[in-house]
């Protein structure tokens, strides 16, 4: 069964970086398409990043445009996720999901419902 793991959540001031990575069981990983959701406390989940299987293709939620960069390695089974400029908006925690249907490597989903599997969630504190 394909698991998923995130790592490198943290406490971070205002204007700092962090770099989250998922990491992907499964022998298909090159085939999914991968996105980044967060869920702060009273709110509902959203789309924060997310990249096709070949990693050129890449979408960004509005808020986080500029300041976030998704990137896979293949050869990892490995989805990152480098986030600049955080804010204190931005605390929340925040989830990879797979998609293992993805029929083109230049579509990225960006509802909750279009993603099959999910990680158990990294929190990420900014203080201001």
Not at 75 to 84: E, R
Not at 97 to 110: E, L, N, Q
């Amino acid at each position: 069964q394909v698991q998923l793991v995130e790592s490198g959540g943290g406490l971070v001031q205002a204007g700092g970086s962090l770099r989250l990575s998922c990491a992907v069981s499964g022998r298909t990983f090159s085939r999914y398409t991968m996105g980044w959701f967060r869920q702060a406390p009273g709110k509902e989940r959203e789309f924060v990043a997310g990249i096709g299987w070949t990693g050129v293709f890449t979408m960004y939620g509005d808020s986080v445009k500029g300041r976030f960069t998704i990137s896979r390695d293949n050869a990892k089974n490995t989805v990152y996720l480098q986030m600049g400029s955080l804010q204190p908006e931005d605390t929340a925690v925040y989830y990879c999901a797979a998609d293992f249907g993805a029929i083109s490597a230049m579509v990225v989903p960006t509802t909750i419902f279009e993603y099959d599997r999910w990680g158990q969630g990294t929190q990420v504190t900014v203080s201001s």
